[in-house]
């Protein structure tokens, strides 16, 4: 048996400004954008030529998921971007205006800086000692 995950649900409270930031600052791509009933949409976005799992854009449609938007994972790092060029990426990223936390550190593990997205969802940059993402 073969398994993947290949979608992960990101609460946001609008669609087109979680476009924006993702693919234009983040310069993903947009997978889909495909109006649901109900007013949905189906917005995936995910790293330009990644072969990992994606972002399911999901705006928050009552007050609990409200709640969540900027901390689902607790306030705890949630997602890991890996690169090949953490200086290329940081660089370019702070350019796009995206709000690091830290500056860049070295672990064992590689280099790495903490940024959040417009909602306070926080993300490793991390360029693996190896520099070969896992």
């Not at 087109?16 to 889909?32: H, V």
């Not at 007013?39 to 990992?52: E, H, I, N, Q, T």
Request: hydrophobic residues 45%; glycine residues 8%; proline residues 4%.
């Amino acid at each position: 048996m073969s398994q993947s995950l290949f979608l992960i649900t990101l609460v946001i409270d609008d669609y087109d400004r979680a476009k924006a930031f993702y693919c234009d600052a983040l310069s993903f791509e947009c997978l889909q954008d495909e109006v649901q009933p109900e007013g949905k949409r189906w917005v995936v976005v995910k790293p330009r030529g990644a072969s990992g799992a994606a972002f399911l854009l999901a705006q928050a449609a009552n007050e609990r998921q409200k709640a969540v938007v900027g901390n689902q994972t607790g306030g705890r790092v949630g997602f890991f971007l890996s690169t090949d060029d953490f200086a290329r990426d940081h660089a370019a990223m702070t350019r796009a205006g995206i709000r690091f936390l830290e500056a860049p550190r070295h672990e064992v593990y590689g280099t790495v800086a903490v940024f959040s997205d417009p909602y306070g969802n926080t993300f490793d940059l991390i360029q693996h000692a190896t520099a070969t993402a896992p």
